[in-house]
């Protein structure tokens, strides 16, 4: 299958910090990348669609200023929590489409683990 | 109604038994049928797709799609301890590019 590699798998930063994760397509250009926060024994939470070129879509109750998305190139996203405080503690997972719009396959990341003390 | 729907509490199998999961979904027109496998701590792993009613196999796996009344499901042949893991189901939305996923059957497979 396709390759989506994401990098940090584990940060921990103080209260106040902004951290950065990036969500990289190996083997395909993806010009759509998708970000999922999962807390632990929840479901999948799509919080973002990130559109190479342009801004991203966010979710509903999903604040634009704290997760920044920028999505530079056809392979490279990346999600910035900004100023990250504990409830910000989470799993953050990306993904991306290979193929066409409505079939294509859906690849996720390794997931990066964010721990906010 | 939600979009995708995964009814089913935990499931338990004997090692070597089948495990069967089921998912619904809302939107007639969906064309593109997808389930996950997710190991504790990990993201999703992609373990079948699925487009035309029917079955569709692969390896232990076999995935069957039923448009008309609005169901894919998923068999697990031969269950392994390592296939104990929670089962995403997901469907395309209509109109975007994005997959609708179900809330996930965690499956326990005893030895």
């Known amino acids: 299958g396709a390759v989506v590699s994401q990098h940090p798998s584990r940060v921990i930063c103080k209260s106040g910090t902004s951290v950065k994760i990036e969500c990289r397509s190996l083997?395909?250009?993806?010009?759509?990348m998708f970000w999922y926060r999962q807390f632990p024994k929840q479901s999948l939470m799509l919080m973002a669609t990130?559109?190479?070129?342009?801004?991203?879509?966010?979710e509903q109750g999903v604040e634009k200023d704290k997760f920044l998305i920028n999505h530079a190139s056809l392979t490279l996203s990346t999600l910035t929590v900004t100023s990250a405080h504990p409830e910000d503690s989470s799993f953050y997972i990306c993904?991306?489409?290979?193929?066409?719009?409505?079939?294509?396959?859906?690849?996720f990341g390794e997931g990066s683990r964010l721990t906010v003390l | 109604q939600k979009e995708v729907e995964q009814n089913s509490g935990p499931l338990s199998v004997p090692e070597g038994a089948i495990a069967s999961l089921n998912c619904t979904y809302s939107?007639?027109?969906?064309?593109?049928f997808f389930w996950y496998r997710q190991y504790s701590g990990k993201s999703p792993e992609l373990i079948m797709s699925?487009?035309?009613?029917g079955d569709k196999e692969d390896g232990r796996f076999t995935a069957q799609l039923n448009k008309a009344s609005q169901y894919v499901s998923l068999l697990i042949r031969d269950s392994q301890p390592s296939d104990s893991a929670t089962y995403l189901c997901?469907?395309?939305?209509?109109?975007?590019?994005?997959?609708?996923f179900g809330k996930g059957n965690q499956v326990v497979v005893i030895p």
């Open positions: 990130s559109n190479e070129g342009s801004k991203a879509t966010y």
């Open positions: 939107d007639r027109v969906s064309q593109s």
């Open positions: 997901a469907v395309n939305e209509r109109g975007n590019n994005r997959l609708a």
């Open positions: 993904s991306a489409r290979k193929g066409a719009q409505n079939t294509g396959e859906l690849f």
């Open positions: 699925i487009y035309s009613n």
């Open positions: 083997d395909f250009q993806a010009t759509t």
